[in-house]
């Protein structure tokens, strides 16, 4: 089985910046061999969407149009870590954000793909 922890929510000021951390774990579980590792956020009253995506061990990443330029996914294989550095934070990107790990090939932010899921960390931006 795979767990996904993710850390580095928190409260901030809009304009601010955070960092955002998952780490995996598991038998025999290396996200440099999943298909996509990805960051969604769910936001009260909307439903979960697809926020960045880093494909096959670092191939391609993949953005929501509201983050481009802004957010950047990373990940260090060694560490067994994804990060979404979250920069120019606005107060519409708050949300609990959650880590998923993908096996299968598909649309990256589509919900269904996902076979593992973290239990989310909280970001607050403030005006």
């Known amino acids: 089985q795979v767990q996904l922890l993710e850390s580095g929510g928190g409260s901030v000021q809009a304009g601010g910046s955070l960092r955002l951390s998952c780490a995996a774990s598991?038998?025999?579980?290396?996200?440099?061999?999943?298909?996509?590792m990805t960051w969604f956020r769910q936001a009260p009253g909307k439903e979960r969407e697809g926020v960045a995506a880093?494909?096959?061990?670092?191939?391609?990443?993949y953005y929501a149009d509201s983050v481009e330029g802004r957010f950047t996914i990373s990940q260090d294989n060694a560490k067994n870590t994804v990060y979404l550095q979250m920069n120019s934070l606005k107060p519409e990107d708050t949300a609990l954000y959650y880590c998923?790990?993908?096996?299968?090939?598909?649309?990256?932010?589509?919900?269904?793909?996902?076979?593992?899921w973290g239990q989310g960390t909280q970001v607050t931006v403030s005006s």
């Open positions: 880093i494909f096959r061990g670092g191939r391609s990443t």
């Open positions: 598991g038998y025999t579980y290396s996200i440099f061999y999943m298909t996509y």
């Open positions: 998923a790990a993908s096996s299968k090939v598909g649309t990256w932010y589509q919900t269904g793909l996902y076979n593992y």
